[in-house]
């Protein structure tokens, strides 16, 4: 683990790997930089996601805001916890992701894998979501 547009909302994380349309440029970001990031993955309501690895949460999305460009972790059902419902709540995934570090946003994501909950509960440097 070391590592506001009318558009349609996208279909929460755990029924759909696909994300939500970009609304956002990465030619306008001039500090990003790919990475792979680990932690808890959150889509807590619709339009709204993010990540929490050890070293800070990263905004993948936000209704009505900026979006990351590329696919979400598509979740199984051992995989995510619910907690709005049965389709927001969250998960543990590693991505690959362009990152605007100054921000703390996720510009684009290149790859997403949902892990095990147990190997970020067994990561002593992230705290679980509250539910």
Avoid: K
């Avoid at 349609?8 to 306008?28: I, L, M």
């Avoid at 993948?60 to 805001?65: E, F, K, L, P, S």
């Amino acid at each position: 683990m070391d590592e506001a547009s009318s558009t349609p909302e996208p279909a929460p994380a755990h029924q759909s790997s696909a994300s939500p349309p970009a609304v956002a440029s990465r030619d306008a970001e001039p500090t990003a930089r790919h990475e792979t990031r680990c932690g808890w993955f959150e889509n807590p309501t619709p339009g709204n996601a993010w990540l929490t690895d050890r070293d800070r949460t990263w905004t993948i999305a936000m209704q009505g805001g900026a979006q990351a460009e590329g696919d979400w972790p598509g979740f199984d059902d051992e995989q995510w916890v619910a907690t709005n419902g049965p389709h927001y709540g969250y998960g543990c995934a590693c991505m690959s992701v362009t990152v605007d570090a100054g921000q703390g946003r996720i510009l684009t994501i290149r790859d997403a894998q949902a892990r095990p909950l147990s190997l970020c509960r067994a990561d002593t440097a992230l705290d679980e979501p509250q539910s």
